[in-house]
Structures are given as C-alpha cells and as structure tokens.
C-alpha cells in the first residue's frame, strides 16, 4: 500500500537507446545457437586457441620483478607491450583514472605485504576518459538517474600531470603502503605510446 505522504520517487531517466548487438553468424558444424553474439564469445573462443598453443605452465605467484602498476582502464594502454614486461613479472592495477583510490591502496597493501613488490609505478594517459567528465555532473547524474547518491568519489580531473602527482602523493602518505621509496608517476601518450616522467618533489 502506498503512503500518501511519502515522497513520490524520481523518475528513473530513460537508458539511452541500445544499438542492438550482431546477430551469431552461422557456424558450420555447431549446435545452432540462439541468442545475440557476444564480445564474450568471441573471448571465449580465442580463448581455447590461446590456451592450446602454450604449455602448461606454473609460474610464481609473487611478481618476478617485484613491482606494480597502477593504470587507468582504457582500451588502449597495452601496459605488457608497452613496458616490455612479459606474463608473471609484475601486477597490474587499474580502475577508471588509473586513481589512487582506498581499494587501490587495498591491492597495493596486499602486493608489497603479501606478494613482494617493492616498486610503485603510476601511469595516467592523454585523452582520459575522467578529463571528460566533472564530479559534480556525474554524481548529479547518478543521483538523478537512481535516486541515490553515491557514497565513492567521481574522483574526475582536468589536468593530468596534476593528477599524477595526487596519486603519488596519495601513496606516499598511506601507511598501509610499507614500501614508498620508489613511487614514481607518467603520464603515457597514447598516440606516440610514449611515457613522460611527472616529477613530484
Ligand atoms: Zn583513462
């Protein structure tokens, strides 16, 4: 029974329209699936390829090179090719921004106390997805969208160097962190694919 009193409830904005997604070509010599195509079956599959070309192989939990990455999400920092690291030699961390978050600190805790690593490496990027959005906007957004506030920081910002020294600062004064000698922050280009060093004095 509804509350006269009660406020009435936001309307929930409309989600924007879906694309659709591709319908599963055909595949000879399958059991005829029904449903859309996924990017996730696509995944899957390459997948098996992947894993029927390698050996079975055990590596060491702890990170050979005893270091970790933290990064943004975005699609196009390849962080193995683009710092020559290969599988098993360092953890990598990433959320949107790439922001020193307390679930970032959280995995940071668990990297040098429990697996090993002794190195921060932080890497923002240009043309980053937080550029483009600002936290009031977005919370408002959200807000709008559900009826609820979101307890976590948007965590948003427009100068990127800027940022990156946020995150090193932000490392450097968590105590959870045992190991922060060596925090160093970049900002990659991800046209040219080149790093530059952020100096945080
Ligand atoms: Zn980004």
Redesign the pocket.
């Known amino acids: 029974m509804s509350d006269p009193a009660a406020p009435a409830r936001p309307t929930p904005a409309p989600m924007p329209a879906d694309p659709g997604l591709p319908e599963r070509p055909d595949r000879a010599g399958e059991p005829t699936v029904t449903g859309p195509a996924t990017t996730i079956d696509d995944l899957v599959s390459n997948n098996a390829a992947y894993a029927d070309a390698l050996a079975p192989a055990h590596l060491p939990v702890e990170p050979a090179r005893r270091i970790v990455i933290v ?4 699609s196009r ?1 390849d962080v193995f090719a683009a710092l020559g690291l290969h599988n098993g030699e360092a953890h990598i961390v990433r959320n ?3 922001v020193i978050t307390d679930d970032m600190i959280r995995s940071l805790a668990i990297s040098q106390r429990k697996l090993g690593t002794r190195e921060i490496m932080l890497i ?2 240009t ?5 483009k959005v600002s936290d009031d906007a977005f919370r408002a957004e959200l807000q709008e969208a559900t009826g609820i506030a979101p307890a976590f920081a948007i965590e948003s910002f427009t100068d990127v160097e800027a940022d990156v020294r946020q995150s090193i600062l932000r490392v450097r004064r968590s105590s959870f962190v045992p190991y922060r000698d060596v925090v160093r922050g970049f900002v990659y280009d991800v046209d040219t694919h080149l790093l530059s060093e952020v100096e945080c004095p």
């Open positions: 990064t943004c999400m975005d920092i949107a921004g790439g923002h990027h043309d980053c997805g937080m550029q």
